[in-house]
Structures are given as structure tokens and as C-alpha cells.
T-cell receptor, first 113, second 114 residues
């Protein structure tokens, strides 16, 4: 959907290790978002970007950082992964048109042991 | 989103009609979206409302009342494949939302039975 590719799709790692998730889009959408989805919480915004090198924090940003060096790529980094960051991570993009929806990637299932 | 409420679970019969309600509180309402999410998959866009009234799209319709902070998604002629989670999301410009991000409800899990 909207040419969004997330990588990796699945990852298992250990507490304390750094982890980077990648979101790649081919639609030249200006806005990009990282969400996490957990049972009982729904989708929660971690960080977002409103242009190259323009990023800001969302609702649950602690322990996460992001970078956007070019339009098509938005990286999410867990500097030192903790078990509480075990989740499904979704990337989304948006054109900026008010009547246009966000489109989501297929998600990354991350397990931290 | 803590200010978006929808039922946790619903069950309906194949061929029937089901209505999924969503209530919200915002200080800068700028649109309401409904998404469908099958287990293990990404959310996919169903409908968008920004003005009061009903938007119809095939078997799916969505209604909005801004004065009441209320929306519903109506699914007609239910099919087994409609078993999924349905997510209500609001764009709120009242909270320094420079990214125009969506606030999501926790989702309603719909089970369609034969």
C-alpha cells in the first residue's frame, strides 16, 4: 500500500542491544510516522517526520530515536532495547492532503528477550 | 488514544448489519478515519468524515456528528472476511500536532459467525 516497505519484518534480539528498523516509501509522501501496537493499547505514535531532517516526538518516544536523511527513508532506532519495547511496529506515510488517509506498511514484529 | 472510545469486541451473524460506535474528545477536530485491520496485517483505510453526515462506500458507511463527538461505522451484508479489528482515528490539531498525526482508539474486534 502506497509503496511502503518495512525491514526487517521479524526480529528477535536481546536486552541492551541496539536495533534499527527501516521504513522505505516510493510515493514521495512528505509525512512519515512510526507507531507501536500492543494489546490493550491500540496504535501509539512514537515519532514522526514532516520533511527531510524534520522530526518530532510522539506520545511514547522515550527510548527511541529517528532519522530522516532523505524523503524515502525513515529509520527508527532503539539505542538499548528493553523487554518493554517488544511490540509490533508500523510505519505510515501521508501526502499532507487533508482528505487523504495515512497508509501503513506491513509492520515489524520485534521481540526483545 | 485515551480520548477515543470504542467497544472492545462485537459479534454478528453473516448477512446481518453491524454498527460500531466511536466517541471522541478533541480541541481541534480535523477529520475522523476508520481503518480495518486483519490479524497479523497492516491497517487499511476504509472511510473518512470531516463534515456531519453519512458517507457511503459500498457495503460500508460511516457517520459523523461533530457536536456530539460521535461516529459510527456501519457494515451491511456481513461476510466472514469482515472478521477483523476496526480502528477509529481522529486528527486533532489542538495539541501542537505539527505532524498532523492520528490519535487511534484501541480498536473493536468484530467476529462474524455463520
Amino acid at each position: 500500500d502506497a509503496g511502503i516497505t518495512q525491514s526487517p519484518r521479524h526480529k528477535v534480539t536481546e536486552t541492551g542491544t541496539p536495533v534499527t528498523l527501516r521504513c522505505h516509501q516510493t510515493e514521495n509522501h512528505r509525512y512519515m510516522y512510526w507507531y507501536r501496537q500492543d494489546p490493550g493499547h491500540g496504535l501509539r505514535l512514537i515519532h514522526y517526520s514532516y520533511g527531510v531532517k524534520d522530526t518530532d516526538k510522539g506520545e511514547v518516544s522515550d527510548g527511541y530515536s529517528v532519522s530522516r536523511s532523505k524523503t524515502e527513508d525513515f529509520l527508527l532506532t532503539l539505542e538499548s532495547a528493553t523487554s518493554s519495547q517488544t511490540s509490533v511496529y508500523f510505519c505510515a506515510t501521508w501526502t499532507g492532503g487533508s482528505n487523504q488517509p495515512q497508509h501503513f506498511g506491513d509492520g515489524t514484529r520485534l521481540s526483545i528477550l | 488514544g485515551q480520548n477515543i472510545d470504542q467497544p472492545t469486541e462485537m459479534t454478528a451473524t453473516e448477512g446481518a448489519i453491524v454498527q460500531i460506535n466511536c466517541t471522541y474528545q478533541t480541541s481541534g477536530f480535523n477529520g475522523l478515519f476508520w481503518y480495518q485491520q486483519h490479524a497479523g496485517e497492516a491497517p487499511t483505510f476504509l472511510s473518512y468524515n470531516v463534515l456531519d453526515g453519512l458517507e457511503e462506500k459500498g457495503r460500508f458507511s460511516s457517520f459523523l456528528s461533530r457536536s456530539k463527538g460521535y461516529s459510527y461505522l456501519l457494515l451491511k451484508e456481513l461476510q466472514m472476511k469482515d472478521s477483523a479489528s476496526y480502528l477509529c482515528a481522529v486528527r486533532d490539531l489542538g495539541s501542537s500536532n505539527s505532524g498532523y498525526a492520528l490519535n487511534f482508539g484501541k480498536g473493536t474486534s468484530l467476529l462474524v459467525t455463520p
